[in-house]
């Protein structure tokens, strides 16, 4: 990858022994705009695909090994041939205590999920891990990323360390970044079933509704409230068209061209964003106006 980061190029792996909760996460990675998810059952299945197909990210569940369940996290950062010992890792786990969260940074995760997740969730924490990923770090006693927590506004002190060239960009720079790239990926593939729709069609139809209410609800969680409104509101017209003759295929694709452009509008653009959000409401309206 290259340039800005995008969710929908990575490949990433689920490795977890139950099949449910590999079947879900790789559910919720689809979900999050991932369009390349392997999953394995053991461990040596995992150590497979990441020699042959080197993911860009790992999410496992404290996997059962001869010298502990989180040596599977050590044996993929200490592996001599094990193409990129740095590939981020984050444990997908019920586990809830704080010890196992700890234990699991101590092995070397970059980040711990309890189950259940979203795709909001995930997608924010990828690309955390995944777009900046923080310096690797291998010593005699641990290999892994970086540990030192998140500096703190308070802090006075000086930034020894070479990546501290970079302290000016601030947090929430860094979360407008990934909140920018996970709207991008739900409209893409909400876009793919726009463009796909044909008249009289109840199965693209299905598809169109499904990932409206995918985008909807990821707007939702990232807090966008100008491609939530404009995504409810193709969500109320395809509600009210149904799948009838009343569908028109060009008025959702004209609606998906807006909320495109909604994405890819900064949030520091308020007015213009809140501006064409009402204006999908006023199209919804017209369209939906029983005919005098």
Not at 85 to 94: C, F, G, Q, T, Y
Not at 164 to 175: K, P
Not at 244 to 261: N, W
């Amino acid at each position: 990858m290259s340039g800005a980061f995008d969710i929908t190029e990575i490949t990433a792996l689920v490795v977890d022994a139950n099949f449910y909760y590999r079947k879900t996460a790789h559910g919720v990675l689809r979900l999050a705009g991932i369009r390349k998810v392997l999953t394995a059952e053991t461990v040596e299945e995992a150590l497979d695909l990441i020699q042959r197909l080197k993911p860009n990210v790992m999410l496992t569940e404290w996997m059962p090994g001869p010298l502990g369940e989180l040596e599977f996290i050590r044996q993929v950062r200490q592996g001599e041939d094990i193409p990129n010992r740095a590939m981020p890792i984050l444990v997908l786990s019920s586990r809830r205590r704080q010890l196992d969260v700890e234990a699991a940074r101590a092995a070397g995760a970059d980040g711990y999920l309890m189950k259940p997740v979203s795709a909001a969730s995930v997608a924010i924490k990828i690309a955390n891990v995944v777009g900046r990923p923080r310096p690797f770090i291998a010593t005699a006693t641990y290999s892994g990323p970086c540990r030192r927590r998140k500096r703190t506004p308070a802090y006075a002190g000086p930034f020894r360390r070479l990546t501290d060239l970079h302290a000016e960009r601030t947090a929430s720079d860094m979360d407008e970044d990934v909140r920018a790239a996970l709207r991008r990926a739900r409209v893409a593939a909400l876009t793919r079933d726009a463009l796909a729709l044909k008249t009289d069609d109840p199965a693209g139809a299905r598809a169109v509704y499904a990932s409206s209410l995918e985008l909807r609800a990821m707007a939702e969680e990232i807090a966008d409230a100008a491609l939530s409104l404009g995504a409810n509101e193709l969500v109320r017209y395809l509600e009210a068209a149904g799948v009838t003759d009343r569908l028109d295929p060009e008025a959702v694709r004209t609606h998906v061209q807006a909320l495109f452009q909604l994405a890819h509008l900064p949030s520091v653009l308020t007015k213009e964003r809140e501006d064409l959000a009402v204006s999908l409401r006023t199209m919804v309206d017209k369209k939906l106006k029983p005919a005098a």
